[in-house]
């Protein structure tokens, strides 16, 4: 018997990451906290997101009764109902979590934070802020508001403001998504996004030396 044993090959030691990454891969809900980097920058910009509109809708709103309010009420009610629709988008993502409802990988990607949905959900607000930008501007420069000329600047001055806002959130999340388009192409070893703030080793040391502990024992 020594003999046999001596001619059989070395086992191989196991794989540690082959074998925590199939242990997190059984439970399903794990996979919403994947990417934490990721997830927790695109929940910032959604808050911020949800401030700055709901706070200058509110302004534009309490303001309707000053001269020509009528773009201020259109502005401010369109701010508002932008901030309340990330709003549902982001407590929708976590309300699914809680439930879980969503069992496939692919559904939880796009609706987790970070995932496409945030990303539709930030190009169309900004499509939307600069919409409501151009028009202003395009109505201040032409004059056809009635009001006064400080009606005008107003106007003129909200404009350029939405219209920044929302190209600086375009171009962010336009550059975010080439960023995620291009380290796709990249071994993922080599990103830093994918950080886990999960870890199973410790569990997998004790197995370990349990079965070992049997195996001495038989």
């Known amino acids: 018997m020594a003999g046999v044993d001596a001619l059989r090959p070395p086992r191989a030691p196991p794989d540690q990451e082959r074998m925590q990454t199939e242990a997190l891969e059984e439970h399903t809900e794990l996979w919403w906290s994947r990417q934490p980097v990721k997830s927790i920058l695109c929940y910032c910009l959604a ?7 709901g706070i200058g809708g509110i302004v ?10 009528e773009w201020r009420l259109a502005v401010g009610a369109t701010l508002c109902i932008l901030s309340l629709f990330v709003l549902l988008k982001q407590l ?12 496939r990988r692919n559904h939880i990607d796009m ?3 970070g995932g ?4 539709i959900v ?12 151009v028009v202003l501007l395009v109505l201040s420069v032409t004059g056809e508001t009635p009001g006064f000329p400080p009606v005008l600047v107003t106007m003129h001055t909200v404009g350029v403001s939405l219209v920044v806002m929302g190209a600086i959130i375009f171009v962010a999340v336009l550059t ?9 192409y990249v071994p993922s070893r080599f990103h830093p996004w994918n ?3 999960f870890s199973i080793s410790g569990q997998m040391n004790q197995r370990q030396n349990t079965a070992s502990s049997l195996a001495n024992l038989i």
């Open 47 to 53: 808050v911020l997101l949800i401030l700055a509109c």
């Open 60 to 69: 534009l709103l309490s303001t309707t009764t000053s001269p020509s309010g």
């Open 92 to 103: 929708l993502s976590s309300a699914v979590q809680d439930m879980q409802c969503v069992t």
């Open 111 to 113: 609706l987790r934070s």
């Open 116 to 119: 496409l949905s945030d990303i």
């Open 122 to 133: 930030f190009f169309v607000s900004a499509i939307i802020i600069l919409v409501c930008g």
């Open 176 to 184: 975010f998504s080439l960023a995620v388009l291009c380290r796709s």
């Open 195 to 197: 950080m886990s703030v």
